[in-house]
Structure formats: structure tokens, C-alpha cells
């Protein structure tokens, strides 16, 4: 069986996904967030070279969510909702070769 031909657009997208890649911050899970809160700032274990980075945010409550500062060494999140108790917040670091 032979894949299916890809139009331009879905292969446009395959080569971004291909050339984007994790960052020496890399990515946490289950970072605590304060509850009462609308904003968390992560600390990165390694500093990135600049701060042209992309970072994927999933959060444990819905909210809207928005990196609202970056720096080499961390990134601060805003979010639209208060955090409740027991807050948890996921993130992944990455970079585009484009």
C-alpha cells in the first residue's frame, strides 16, 4: 500500500515540524502554579542562546494562556483565569531552523 500524495500545503507543514526542534530549556511537567494567580514565570535549566524561541504551554484548568515575556533565561506566562488549587502547568521549549 502507498501513501497518499500530500498537497502543498501539508507538505509545507512537514518540513516546518521537521526543522523545528527542543531547545537546551527543553520542557517541564507538573510545574506547580499559585493558586489565586494569572500569571507563572519558568526557569529554564540552561540558558537559551537568545530569546527567539517558541514555547508550547498546556495548562490543568481551562484558561486562555499567553507568553507574555522572554528572556534567555526564563518565560512568563499570563493566563486568562485564575489558577485554582492545585494549579499544574506542562511546557516544551523550541526552535525554528527557519
Aim: hydrophobic share 35%; proline share 3%; glycine share 6%.
Amino acid at each position: 500500500m502507498t501513501a497518499p500524495m500530500m498537497n502543498t500545503r501539508e507538505q509545507e507543514q512537514v518540513r516546518r515540524l521537521r526543522i523545528r526542534y527542543a531547545t537546551s530549556g527543553g520542557c517541564g511537567v507538573q510545574i506547580p502554579v499559585t493558586a489565586t494567580t494569572t500569571t507563572a514565570t519558568v526557569t529554564f535549566d540552561r540558558e537559551e542562546a537568545d530569546t527567539n524561541y517558541g514555547v508550547h504551554i498546556t495548562t490543568s484548568w481551562l484558561t486562555t494562556s499567553a507568553v507574555t515575556v522572554r528572556t534567555t533565561l526564563s518565560f512568563t506566562c499570563t493566563f486568562g483565569t485564575v489558577a485554582p488549587a492545585n494549579a499544574l502547568l506542562d511546557f516544551s521549549i523550541f526552535r525554528s531552523e527557519d
